[in-house]
Every structure is written in C-alpha cells, then in structure tokens.
Antibody, heavy 119, light 108 residues
Framework: EVQLVESGGGLVQPGGSLRLSCSASGFTFSSYAMHWVRQAPGKGLEYVSAISSNGGSTYYADSVKGRFTISRDNSKNTLYLQMSSLRAEDTAVYYC????????????WGQGTLVTVSS | DIQMTQSPSSLSASVGDRVTITCRASQSISSYLNWYQQKPGKAPKLLIYAASSLQSGVPSRFSGSGSGTDFTLTISSLQPEDFATYYCQQSYSTPKGTFGPGTKVDIK
C-alpha cells in the first residue's frame, strides 16, 4: 500500500524558515517524480514544486521560486521542502504527491501538513 | 502559462441527480486533463486521468470527456458520498500541473 506521510509543519514567524519532510513507502520511491501542492485555508489547490526521480531536475512555481528548495533522499525514501523567507501568504496545508509516470498525474497524496506563517 | 477555469463554482443537487462540471483550458491541452475529488479535511483523490480514463477503484458513475480546451466531468447518479469539491488539472505543460479553481457540489 502506498503511503506518504508529511511532517515538519507548524507555526513560524514571517521571514522564518521551515523544512517539510515526506516519508514514502509501498512503492519504489527512486523511480518516481514527486511534487508538493499546497492549499491555503478555504482555498483551492496550488501547485508548488516538482523533482525528478533522481533529483536531477527541479521546478518551482513563480510564487515560491528563490525561497523554497525541493530535494529528495532516495536512500531514505524521503522528500523534502525547505522553505525560507516565509510570508503570510505561504500559510497552507502542504501535500506531498506522487507522480504516476512522470507526466504530472497525481495518483497518491499524503494527508498534508499545516504551515502557519504569523507573528 | 496555461490557465484553467471551471464552471459552475458551486452547485446544489439531490441524490440521484445527473451532475455535469465543465473545465476549460486557456489553450489546447489535447487530452492531458485530470479530475480530482476532495472531501473536507481530506487530501484530493484522483478520479479521472487523460480526460476520460477512470482511475482504478473509482465508481463507474463518474465519467470524463473532452479534448483540446473543453472538458466535462459527469456524475450519472449523485450519491451521498459524492458531495465534495472537484478540481480539474492540466498535465500538458509538465512538470507544472495547474489546477482549476474547483467546483463545490453540495446537497440541495
């Protein structure tokens, strides 16, 4: 059974940093691209970032470019999102998402972790 | 960037009703269109991929159609567990997978 379990969310002050982790199991993690998608309270889904299966290629939405860094450790089956210079508008539930076949079809989602940016 | 729109933004329907949700892309995306269902407090769930292919385990009352810029999600007979928010998502310009704004289906 595929499982994606996010952790690392919490309350952080504006300008602060936070690192999210996503522990994956039930599939060959190193074979699949992975993504982060977020959802602000009461709002829709917003695409955040992607990383290829070997970590060699990354992509960021304009809203987070230069502030967020996606990475992965295939030996630990773990995906990361390092977030810095956080803003109030980054407040959201962050979902770790598995890519079905490198084509941005999102077949499995984690339960999400809430990041709140507030003073 | 490809922009996605959905209509309506919300709708009220009764159990047993046929429900249709429309999604439009700002440019042609061939059949690279996916649909997700999200219930309150839960993660989204993939329903339909490649515009019309039903994800494994999804009831056959859900169907998708369309290509190019215009797409439709249809629920043939709405069930109590189908009250949720539905999102379309383009997977044409990968890796970015832009989502539509969502359509909330609630009980009439």
């Amino acid at each position: 059974e595929v499982q994606l379990v996010e952790s690392g969310g919490g309350l952080v002050q504006p300008g602060g940093s936070l690192r999210l982790s996503c522990s994956a199991s039930g599939f060959t993690f190193s074979s699949y691209a992975m993504h982060w998608v977020r959802q602000a309270p009461g709002k829709g889904l917003e695409y955040v970032s992607a990383i290829s299966s070997n970590g060699g290629s990354t992509y960021y939405a304009d809203s987070v470019k230069g502030r967020f860094t996606i990475s992965r450790d295939n030996s630990k089956n773990t995906l990361y999102l390092q977030m810095s210079s956080l803003r109030a508008e980054d407040t959201a539930v962050y979902y770790c998402v598995k890519d079905w076949g490198g084509d941005s079809v999102f077949d499995y989602w984690g339960q999400g972790t809430l990041v709140t940016v507030s003073s | 960037d490809i922009q996605m729109t959905q209509s309506p933004s919300s709708l009220s329907a009764s159990v047993g009703d046929r429900v249709t949700i429309t999604c439009r892309a700002s440019q042609s995306i061939s059949s690279y269109l996916n649909w997700y269902q999200q219930k309150p407090g839960k993660a989204p769930k993939l329903l339909i991929y490649a515009a019309s292919s039903l994800q494994s385990g999804v009831p056959s009352r859900f169907s998708g159609s369309g290509s190019g810029t215009d797409f439709t999600l249809t629920i043939s007979s709405l069930q109590p567990e189908d009250f949720a928010t539905y999102y379309c998502q383009q997977s044409y310009s990968t890796p970015k997978g832009t989502f539509g704004p969502g359509t909330k289906v609630d009980i009439k």
